[in-house]
């Protein structure tokens, strides 16, 4: 049920007018920069009347070209200057402006996708995302920069939902919250995602994470007396009607937004909910009522044909004619097929998106880790040539029985040292343990994450047995782009947890990060091993060594669990 038309267009209006003028662009003269750069502000209040200036006083100029494309966009109108925009974007890519290379790629794809191009909208909108976290620190995204990245992974949540691929457009959804909140947007923004989130989830029937969604974003909003509210009590009530069963309720908050609503079209939206439940309800006059409405006068494709459908569906029970609700459905038999090779493609490049990440993150780790190894190797070096230093100095001084004193005393002196640096060592990574559990998020989003109950979901109903070998379990057996999936949650929701166990026992190697990981959601070895598609020996002895290396005696279940929750 996606009755976000409204809205979305009117929450993508107001985010889209964020940019301040940003940088310097290589243009003719210094006054043109900064009446440009005028314009650029005025667009965040007056989009219309920066579209008014900038149509006064055309000029073959990279910045005007992308102005005048983000204001025809904010001011709902064509792209009329599309190859302009296209040369702008190679010239802001060739000059080294980031952030206005990242806005000409993200306006670029605002162009494919009003033609309907959604693989290559997609493509330019990462893009930008991608330029945006290749050239700023995390601690530089604010501001501006964090008004565009919010918009920027809203643009891409609503396009995967649109393609109903629910899983990546949860993630760009849940991508986009720290930056609504880094530059304190309106609170309905935020309860806008919260209900994009919520319709995910419902659509891949995780209800119970629905349910969670929509109740943050009721609790967000500080009124009743808007849409967002009233979309989002519609959406719960058809919720709570699909959990329950039970319809009084559900239709009686929705009789209420059906003499709340202040358009047509979101009358019909309110009736199309109506009559679905009293369908499943099997009321089948009161489901006609409301279906009827809303196929003969909403304007909405997708509330229409689903009105059809189940107009169809009441006519077969009755033995009416449904052949005006057949017809009509005849043009959407294929589109789900034509579709397909939309969604493939989409699916791909969110996967080389995500593959990206995980590289970049695994190449900073690696800086780290060379970084403090050469430091280590050049202290020590320093160390050793002081003490030379010292020992050589005085054995020119010393009769050869104060030497052997002198090295007994070195020796003492060198295990004092090395028991104290242990400590210190000891101390240092307890310390970073405990900064890094101070910002780390609650273990219950975790598990509501999709690929934990992807996981989770897998192994119900499945007896695994210890004895027998993991061929037999193959279909259990996670992919890569599962396990890239749930690092990414691991590392989103427990950021450095895999440097952390890095720290503590430096040889861990990647299977044994993943059994950890795998740990995390208090599953018995012997299902760790089905899904990591090796014997239950072979874990069995892993954990041995892991408890060693991390100094417990308790599960690794246990003992995962508890630190997250520390």
């Known amino acids: 049920m996606k009755l976000r038309c409204f809205i979305g267009a009117f929450v993508f209006l107001v985010l889209a007018a964020c940019q301040h003028p940003v940088g310097t662009v290589c243009t003719p003269s210094v006054p043109l920069q900064q009446e440009l750069a005028v314009i650029d502000t005025m667009m965040q209040t007056r989009p219309d009347s920066a579209l008014s200036l900038l149509l006064e006083k055309p000029m073959d100029n990279p910045y005007y070209q992308l102005l005048l494309s983000e204001a025809l966009y904010k001011n709902d109108s064509a792209q009329l200057n ?123 029937e995780q209800l119970d994470s629905a349910a969670f969604y929509y109740i943050k974003a009721l609790a967000i909003l ?45 009358y019909y939206s309110r009736c199309l909910v109506v009559g679905e439940i009293f369908f499943y309800e099997l009321q089948y006059d009161s489901a006609w009522k409301y279906l009827n409405k809303v196929f003969d006068k909403s304007s909405v494709i997708n509330s229409k044909k689903q009105a059809a459908e189940l107009l169809a569906e009441i006519c077969k029970y009755e033995g009416k004619n449904s052949e005006t609700y057949a017809n009509y459905l005849v043009p959407f038999a294929n589109q789900e097929e034509n579709k397909s090779e939309i969604k493939s493609q989409l699916a791909e490049l969110y996967s080389a998106y995500i593959q990206k990440q995980l590289d970049n993150a695994r190449q900073l780790r690696q800086k780290y880790y060379k970084k403090r190894m050469v430091g280590t190797v ?14 050589h100095k005085k054995r020119k001084r010393r009769h050869k029985t104060q030497i052997k004193a002198l090295g007994g005393r070195l020796r003492e002196s060198n295990e004092a040292l090395g028991a104290e640096k242990k400590e210190k060592e000891k101390l240092l990574l ?85 059994q950890c990981m795998l740990s995390l959601l208090n599953l018995e070895n012997v299902k760790i091993a089905a899904l990591l598609h090796c014997d239950y020996s072979t874990i069995f002895k892993r954990s041995v060594k892991l408890k060693k290396a991390f100094g417990t005696d308790k599960s690794l279940q246990v003992y995962f669990r508890e630190l997250v929750l520390k």
């Open 82 to 204: 599309r190859l302009e925009l296209l040369a702008a974007v190679k010239y802001f890519d060739s000059v080294g402006s980031p952030f206005l290379s990242a806005r000409a790629h993200y306006i670029k794809g605002v162009g494919y996708y009003e033609m309907d191009s959604v693989v290559l909208a997609c493509q330019e909108y990462l893009k930008a995302l991608e330029i945006m976290e290749e050239h700023y620190d995390e601690d530089e995204l604010v501001g501006n920069k964090a008004k565009f990245m919010a918009l920027a992974q809203t643009h891409l949540c609503v396009l995967f939902s649109d393609q109903f691929l629910h899983a990546q457009a949860i993630y760009f959804g849940k991508q986009s919250l720290p930056y609504y909140y880094k530059h304190d947007t309106e609170p309905w923004h935020i309860a806008w995602i919260f209900d994009e989130l919520g319709l995910n989830y419902n659509m891949m």
């Open 222 to 266: 500080p009124d009743t007396n808007n849409i967002t509210y009233r979309d989002i009590t519609t959406a719960r009530s058809l919720l709570s009607y699909n959990q329950q069963k039970e319809p009084q309720e559900p239709l009686k908050q929705l009789y209420c937004m059906l003499a709340m609503a202040e358009s047509e079209q979101e």
């Open 378 to 391: 050049v202290g020590l070096t320093v160390l050793l040539a002081v003490g030379f230093a010292i020992y």
């Open 430 to 514: 307890q310390l970073n343990m405990q900064q890094r559990q101070k910002t780390w998020g609650s273990l219950d989003d975790f598990m509501n994450e999709s690929i934990c109950q992807e996981i989770i979901g897998l192994l119900q109903d499945v007896t695994i047995k210890r004895d027998v070998k993991s061929d037999y379990y193959s279909q259990l057996r996670l992919n890569e782009n599962q396990l890239s999936q749930l690092t990414i949650a691991v590392e989103h929701h427990f950021y450095g947890f895999s440097e952390m166990l890095s720290m503590q026992y430096p040889r861990i190697n990647g299977n044994e990060i993943n």
